[in-house]
């Protein structure tokens, strides 16, 4: 299956610690990529690769894998973290590129 | 640093061909995949395909029957065009710059690709 699926919602109090995570059979082969998205905006990558931060990305967000499910993890969520995550990859044996439904985050 | 700057769409009615055209500045076309990405209100995003610089394309199979992409790199820019739109592609839609990336740990080879830079997202609404 090319599908990704990611929980519709989390919250986090102020400060804490919140993971958001991603299946799916094509995770085996590419690591997850996550997006932060506000509303109206662009998607910003925030994770990609083994555990890679583009340059501005705050060192609260880190990304880890454990077979097929990917994890973002932001330690200390602060409120500017308010926002919707996808995560993605790239299905090989179908040669697509899929994205997951989208978890919202909301830090109370 | 790379910009991508999108435009068209709009508003269409029924039967309609939608156009994009993004084009990049401050990097060259060559090495990466240059995807359309479309994102319905309120939904997640989808993937509708990828052009790399020798026009080489791949559609996402859902949608392939309706899309064409196209890239001119004298103009460092491509082009998305949907034939036959209905109120069901009414989304905006992004143009973004792909990375395909594969490495060796300990003898395990592993990939990644994600979307770098993005467009600034174009609305296209669908109407009678």
């Known amino acids: 299956s090319s599908e990704l699926t990611q929980d519709p919602s989390v919250s986090v109090a102020l400060g804490q610690t919140v993971t958001i995570t991603c299946h799916g059979d094509?995770?085996?082969?590419?690591?997850a990529t996550w997006y932060q998205q506000k509303p109206g905006q662009a998607p910003v990558l925030v994770i990609y690769g083994k555990n890679y931060r583009p340059s501005g990305i705050p060192d609260r967000f880190s990304g880890s894998r454990s077979g097929n499910t990917a994890s973002l993890t932001i330690t200390g969520a602060q409120a500017e973290d308010e926002a919707d995550y996808y995560c993605?990859?790239?299905?090989?044996?179908?040669?697509?590129?899929?994205f997951g439904g989208g978890t919202k985050l909301t830090v109370l | 640093q790379v910009q991508l700057q999108q435009w068209g769409a709009g508003l269409l009615k029924p039967s309609e061909t939608l156009s994009l055209t993004c084009v990049v500045y401050?990097?060259?076309?060559?090495?990466?995949?240059w995807s359309w990405i479309r994102q319905p209100p309120g939904k997640g995003p989808e993937w509708i395909g990828e052009i790399i610089h020798t026009g080489r394309t791949n559609y996402n199979p859902s949608l392939k029957s309706r899309v064409t992409m196209s890239i001119d790199t004298s103009k460092n820019q491509f082009s998305l065009e949907v034939t036959s739109v209905t109120a069901a592609d009414t989304a905006v839609y992004y143009c973004a710059r792909g990375r395909s990336v594969t490495t060796a740990f300990g003898g395990v080879v592993v990939h990644q690709y994600y979307f770098d830079y993005w467009g600034q997202g174009t609305l296209g609404t669908v109407s009678s």
């Open positions: 401050g990097g060259s076309l060559s090495g990466y995949y």
């Open positions: 993605n990859s790239r299905d090989s044996s179908a040669n697509l590129v899929v």
């Open positions: 094509s995770l085996s082969t590419y690591y």
